[in-house]
């Protein structure tokens, strides 16, 4: 580099130092404010295991998706298991999933009810 000339991303890399020190507080706000959210979908995934009779190795997904349509909630819960390769179960809570309680989970014997042949959950 010849004397005079910029230093390469010199601005950018003070920018880049100072991000990195406010970063892990950030960080941490984050984790701490995600906490509630990811031991809630932790219970509603223990409370589907139990509801349902599902062994660990059955895979439990809970999404937290947001609608746009006129009349929805803007936050739904949407809990799905497979019991078989092509068999999926599928419900949802309208309700964010820091507020699902176990009451808000169908009950046992709507199991064979709530089997999903569709990928379009749009509908309850």
Excluded at 7 to 15: S, V
Aim: net charge negative; charged share 25%.
């Amino acid at each position: 580099m010849t004397s005079g000339a910029a230093a390469p991303y010199g601005d950018d890399r003070e920018r880049a130092i100072e991000r990195r020190q406010t970063q892990p507080e950030t960080m941490l706000k984050t984790a701490s404010r995600n906490a509630g959210k990811i031991d809630a979908v932790r219970q509603i995934k223990d409370w589907t295991r139990e509801r349902f009779s599902l062994n660990e190795d059955i895979p439990v997904m809970v999404a937290e998706v947001t609608c746009g349509l006129p009349g929805c909630p803007p936050i739904e819960t949407i809990v799905t298991f497979w019991t078989a390769p092509e068999t999926r179960h599928a419900f949802k809570a309208f309700k964010p999933a820091i507020e699902v309680t176990a009451d808000d989970l169908p009950p046992p014997w709507m199991k064979n009810a709530i089997i999903s042949d569709s990928s379009d959950l749009s509908c309850c």
